[in-house]
C-alpha cells in the first residue's frame, strides 16, 4: 500500500516544517509496529527542500506536485526531474486534474511527463479521473481508458521495485467536494484500470499500484483501502492535517 499526501499550494516553510515534523512524529510513535504502507509527501515546491531535511532518518519519503517533461533549458518557471531529485524526491505527482484544468495538460502532454519522471529516475503517481459531465453522460470508462492508453507507450518495458506504473484514480468531481465516490463506483474503474493494464503489461500489471483519491478522510479510507485493486490513497485536504492523515495511515488493513 502506498499513501501519497498531496498538499497542493498549501505550506509556508514554518508550517509545512510543523506538518512534517507532526508527521514523522506520529509514525515514530507507532513504530511499536511495522508500517503497513509506503508514505509519501508532496508539499509546494518551494518547501521541498526544508521537509526533505524535516524527512531525514524516517520512513516518510518526498515526492514533487508535478515536472517539466524537458530535461533543462530556457523554459520558465518550469521544475525538472533531476531538481526534484536534487532536493530529495524520489516521486512525483504528474497529470493531476487541477494541471489538466488550470494549465491545459492533455493526455498526451501527461504521458510525455510520465516519461520524464521515469527518465529521471523518478517513481511518477499519473493521476485519471473523470468529470461530473462525463460521469452523468455514461463515459467514465471510456475516458479512463483513453487517458490510460495515452500512458502505455510511454512506460518502460523494465520496471523496477522502485519504478513501476502508479496510477491514482481521482474522479474531478469528488476532490475537494467533501463527496467521494461510492464504493461500487471505485471497484468497477479499479477493475477496469487493472483489466487494461493486464492486456498491455501481461503480468507487469499486478505489481502495478491503484491509488483512489478524492475526498479520503479516516472514516472512509477504512473501507476504500479494503477494495480489491485499491492499492493506497492520494490525500488532499486531509493530508494538511497530521492528526488526520496519520488516522488514514491507520485505516490501511495489516493484510497489507
Ligand atoms: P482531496 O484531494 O483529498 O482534497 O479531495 C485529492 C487530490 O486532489 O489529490
Redesign the pocket.
Known sequence: MLIVG?W?MNGLIETAQELADGIVAGLGARSGRSLPCEVVLCPPATALLTVHQRLDGSVVKLGGQDLSEHESGAHTGEICGIMLRNVGCRHVIVG???RRADCGEDDAKVARKMAAAFRDGLQPIV?VGETLNERERGATLEVIGAQLAALVPYVPRELTRRQTLVV?Y?PVW????GRNAELEQIREVHGFMRRQLEEAFGADAARMRLLY????KPANAGSIFGLEDVDGG??????LKSAEFLAIIDAVPEKF
Open positions: 498531496n497542493k493531476h486534474s487541477e493521476c491514482a481521482e469528488a476532490i475537494g467536494t483519491g478524492g475526498s479520503v492520494l490525500i488532499g485536504g486531509a493530508s
